[in-house]
């Protein structure tokens, strides 16, 4: 928020190593969180030309969330509204889908750990009333920006994070 990244629109902080979504508005108040389930593989990088690939080719080792700040926005993939995160990558956030039975995407969500959270192709899936209540009304009808939190490399060769006295606006002690 010091550094007006978000330059007032919503925006979404994604937690990788926690399964964690943050939902703020345009002014950086939080107006909620849930549990995501997230690419199977570790990693911070799209494998290239990954949103141009049918699903049944997409090995498990390519199967990541990339780290990085995306402007999002509101989409339709199929017959469901959707947040595209990544249009190129297929990258998206969006209502956890049934899937397979075995791998109960909701019995994940539900889990008190985020070890069970590794599932989708890459995509976050969030609980559809997150989704419905928190996620859809923020980026209708505007863009907004979604910042995933790397998890294998350091946070500041993602972001350009700035110290607290080189901040715009910071007030020296």
Not at 55 to 76: D, M, V, W, Y
Not at 93 to 109: N, T
Request: net charge positive; charged share 20%.
């Amino acid at each position: 928020m010091q550094s007006r990244d978000n330059q007032a629109f919503p925006f979404v902080v994604i937690d990788k190593v926690n399964a964690v979504v943050f939902a703020f508005d345009g002014a950086g108040v939080l107006r909620g969180t849930a549990p995501a389930l997230l690419g199977l593989a570790r990693g911070d990088d799209s494998v290239p030309g990954i949103g141009q690939r049918k699903l049944a080719t997409i090995t498990p080792a390519e199967r990541t969330t990339p780290a990085g700040r995306f402007q999002a926005s509101i989409g339709a993939d199929f017959e469901q509204d959707i947040l595209w995160i990544d249009y190129a990558a297929a990258l998206s956030l969006h209502r956890v889908i049934a899937g397979r039975r075995v791998d109960d995407r909701a019995g994940r969500l539900a889990s008190a750990t985020p070890s069970d959270n590794r599932i989708s192709y890459g995509c976050v899936n969030v609980p559809a009333r997150f989704y419905d209540g928190v996620i859809k009304p923020l980026f209708t009808g505007t863009v907004g920006i979604v910042y995933i939190l790397p998890e294998t490399r350091p946070l500041r060769s993602v972001f350009a994070i700035t110290t607290a006295s080189s901040a715009p606006d910071a007030v020296p002690h």
